[in-house]
């Protein structure tokens, strides 16, 4: 089984950075793609960068998506945030599953992270 999570969030003030973490872990998969969402108060789930499995770093704007290969994990590094970038930060991953010699598509949600920016 395949389990995702996030990690990284918290209270920043405007104008500053954060980088949030998405560790994928279990046995027997690969990544195809990894996406970072985001849900802000009273607002539907929307899309905020993402990465193919085979990449390396992403930049769309103020967001960067990058590879930690030590760690294993896809990071998102937000600059010059801004009071509208809070919400909860959601990590996405699609990818293949080895089950019993059968390569299975999976996807899968973390539980999400709390971001909270101050004007």
């Known amino acids: 089984q395949v389990q995702v999570a996030e990690s990284g969030g918290g209270l920043v003030q405007a104008g500053g950075s954060l980088r949030l973490s998405c560790t994928a872990s279990?046995?027997?998969?690969?990544?195809?793609?990894t996406d970072w969402y985001r849900q802000p108060p009273g607002k539907q789930r929307e899309w905020v960068a993402g990465?193919?499995?085979s990449g390396v770093t992403s930049v769309t704007g103020r967001f960067t998506v990058s590879r930690d290969k030590a760690k294993n994990a896809v990071n998102l590094e937000i600059d010059s945030l801004k009071p509208e970038d809070t919400g909860v930060y959601y990590c996405?991953?699609?990818?293949?599953?080895?089950?019993?010699?059968?390569?299975?598509?999976?996807?899968?949600w973390g539980k999400g992270t709390q971001v909270t920016v101050s004007s």
């Open positions: 996405n991953i699609r990818g293949l599953r080895n089950i019993s010699g059968k390569l299975m598509p999976f996807e899968i």
């Open positions: 990465m193919p499995g």
């Open positions: 279990g046995s027997s998969f690969s990544v195809d793609h």
